[in-house]
């Protein structure tokens, strides 16, 4: 069976706010969502990153999942990904009834 756990909500921003680290090969500045009172990655996107731009403005839900793929290829449309987060981890932003969402397992 497929796991499937919210793991946080996707807040863009446009100023940097306190506990934000710089992610440079993302060309983005976030925070770690479990450091948060509602689980809330604030996320600022620079220029020139691999993100498309319709992320920049959009929350997005997260969630912790077993099985990557099974998840994107139900998905309405990909947005992003799926990619290699580093550490053998796959991330993937996906719509799915309208709602943008990223899919996160870990390795």
Known sequence: MAILELW?????????????NYADGMKLWLNNPDETDHKFEYLRFEEGGPFPE???FQLHVAYKVSEIEKHVAEADR?????????GGDKMAFVV???????????A
Do not use: N, S
């Not at 799915?96 to 870990?106: A, S, T």
């Open 78 to 86: 990909v947005v992003f990904g799926p990619i290699d987060a580093g």
């Open 8 to 20: 946080h909500i996707g807040v863009p921003v446009t100023e940097k706010r306190p506990g934000m």
């Open 96 to 106: 799915k009834d309208g709602v943008l969402i990223e899919y996160y397992q870990f």
């Open 54 to 56: 319709e992320m920049h």
